[in-house]
T-cell receptor
Framework: SQTIHQWPATLVQPVGSPLSLECTVEGTSNPNLYWYRQAAGRGLQLLFYSVGIGQISSEVPQNLSASRPQDRQFILSSKKLLLSDSGFYLC??????????????FGDGTRLSIL | AQKVTQAQTEISVVEKEDVTLDCVYETRDTTYYLFWYKQPPSGELVFLIRRNSFDEQNEISGRYSWNFQKSTSSFNFTITASQVVDSAVYFCALSDPGAGSYQLTFGKGTKLSVIP
């Protein structure tokens, strides 16, 4: 069966420091991968998605970036964190392909606090 | 543009009461998919159900049931005999077949509190 791992679970970082959050998926090939942020409210904001290795699409301009160095690895990064980057970050995967009926499956999330 | 509206921001019920969470969507697509997710206090989103646009049969899974009505663009979720473990934020979502990423458009969520 497929599993998704996301780490770290919690992170406290000072303003201006770099960031690296990692997400890996097991048990599937060529998944679509997603990074979301959930700020103080409850809405989910799509940040990045990837349909293949090295293919990254950004939904919201910001100081964050994403990379997909391997088929089942998705990394969220920043060179200099801002206070506004605080939030709950969720990674998700769905089966790749041409149909839109597949649900996305989410990791446990990373709670990021910027001081 | 796709849109999902969950008008109920927060709902509180006493344990064993039934509760219905509303979801209204907008789309120009004739084929689309709707989803419900549960986010318990621990934070992870748990997939509950998927429904396609050409199947309007209601679905029941234990205490959960879903009522899909294409005529009113609604996909409501009912919990029967609610329990404390049902306390969570529930999200309704709509697929976007027009986008290469097969993105989901999420509603803002409904926070359900079940009081013992």
């Amino acid at each position: 069966s497929q599993t998704i791992h996301q780490w770290p679970a919690t992170l406290v970082q000072p303003v201006g420091s770099p960031l690296s959050l990692e997400c890996t998926v097991e048990g599937t090939s060529n998944p679509n991968l997603y990074w979301y942020r959930q700020a103080a409210g409850r809405g989910l904001q799509l940040l990045f998605y990837s349909v293949g290795i090295g293919q990254i699409s950004s939904e919201v301009p910001q100081n964050l970036s994403a990379s997909r160095p391997q088929d089942r690895q998705f990394i969220l990064s920043s060179k200099k964190l801002l206070l506004s980057d605080s939030g709950f970050y969720l990674c998700a995967w769905r089966a790749g392909g041409q149909t839109s009926n597949q649900p996305q499956h989410f990791g446990d999330g990373t709670r990021l606090s910027i001081l | 543009a796709q849109k999902v509206t969950q008008a109920q921001t927060e709902i509180s019920v006493v344990e064993k009461e039934d509760v219905t969470l509303d979801c209204v969507y907008e789309t120009r697509d004739t084929t689309y998919y709707l989803f419900w997710y549960k986010q318990p206090p621990s934070g992870e989103l748990v997939f509950l159900i998927r429904r396609n646009s050409f199947d309007e049969q209601n679905e029941i899974s234990g205490r959960y049931s879903w009522n899909f009505q294409k005529s009113t663009s609604s996909f409501n979720f009912t919990i029967t005999a609610s329990q404390v473990v049902d306390s969570a934020v529930y999200f309704c979502a709509l697929s976007d077949p027009g986008a290469g990423s097969y993105q989901l458009t999420f509603g803002k969520g409904t926070k359900l509190s079940v009081i013992p």
